[in-house]
């Protein structure tokens, strides 16, 4: 709908809504009243009566014909054919009612839509009036070439008060045939209506149509920027502020350091861990109990005391950096002199992370269970 616009807006939207809940009713009664009518309650008792006064033919002009080896076809207004019409089109009505308040309700029953709608359901009952109202010509001596007797005439000039009854009851399924017909015609005029665009309405589609041209043209530009080879063309400034948005992503969860916890060395030291590790551990019962105590071969022998002074670092041991025989202290130990044995530190050989080795903190050999943090010794 670049250049062709559809309004979706109705220009009256009470007029419709009161039009859905006006043809209701009517749709009922069409569907009783020719359901009443069907098959043949008193068509023929009609057809009959009529002949009788003059009006038109009578079902004896049928046989009459077909015994002078003339036959003609019944009048499509008192044929089967018009009870049964009606009847199915009240069906086909009320079915769509349903789907029209349904489509309302959800604000989808658009105008182009009633358009479509309404047009073959009017025309529908439209022939449904031409057949009530098709002429009877089949008697030279009683011709018709109008509506029935019982709509153009009074009930009461017949005498059967059941005749009557039954006269009253076709004279007012044409009454409904006829407000079905008014009732598509104005829902039709109506959408029609609203089908021709305001001047507010095409001023609102132009600047839509305005964005989205905006919006293509932006994009289009941004993927002429790339090179055949996939790589981009951006600027210093742009790679900058990508490179910038990349480190604002949050980072993995864990703990960054194995901080002793307690004053016991690395008792109570926490790991970095995911979800996953987290969950796998509760379930082998890893955690929310009470940790088992480290074997006792993982940590050195006490050692002398020594003179509080820095305490050279892995990487001086590993080049031939220390002296011989000096002893590395661990971070675990510090170095605060007298103090640490007081606080429950116990020092111990100070290893490199490279000469570390994964081992089974708990003795279950190769059966892959209980597998924890493993110190070089």
Known sequence: MGRFFIPREWRFARYVWFLILFEFPFTVANLALFGIASPNLYRTILWNEGGKMGFNSDSSTIIYAYANYRPVKIPLVWSGFNTQYHLVIGVVCMFFWLIKVTMWLLHVFLPIFSVLLHIPLLAIWAYGIY???SPD???????NNGAPWYITKNCNIVDDSTIRGYCMQAKSSFAVSCIMVSIYALFLLLSLYSLYP??????????????????????????????PDGTNEMTAEQQWQHMWELQQLPRT?????????????????????????????????????????APAHLYAAPQQEVSPAPHPSWV????????????????????????????????????????????YQFGYRDEGKGKGVGFAH
Request: charged share 20%; glycine share 16%; proline share 7%.
């Open 253 to 293: 969860p864990g703990t960054a350091t194995f901080a002793p916890a307690g004053g016991m060395g690395m008792g109570g030291g926490k790991t970095p861990m995911t979800p996953r590790t987290r969950a796998f551990g509760d379930l082998e019962g890893g955690y929310g109990h009470a940790p088992a105590p």
């Open 316 to 359: 001086a041991h590993a080049h031939g950096g220390m002296a011989q025989g000096a002893v590395a202290q661990t971070w675990y130990g510090g170095n605060a002199g007298g103090a640490r044995e007081e606080a429950g530190y116990v020092p111990a050989q100070q290893v490199s992370p490279v000469a570390e080795r994964e081992e």
């Open 198 to 227: 305001t001047a507010t309405a095409l001023s609102a589609h132009r600047t839509r149509q305005a964005e989205k041209r905006a919006e293509q043209e932006k994009w289009a530009s941004y993927s002429a920027s790339n090179t």
């Open 137 to 143: 010509t089949i008697d030279p001596k009683r011709t």
């Open 131 to 133: 057949i009530q109202t």
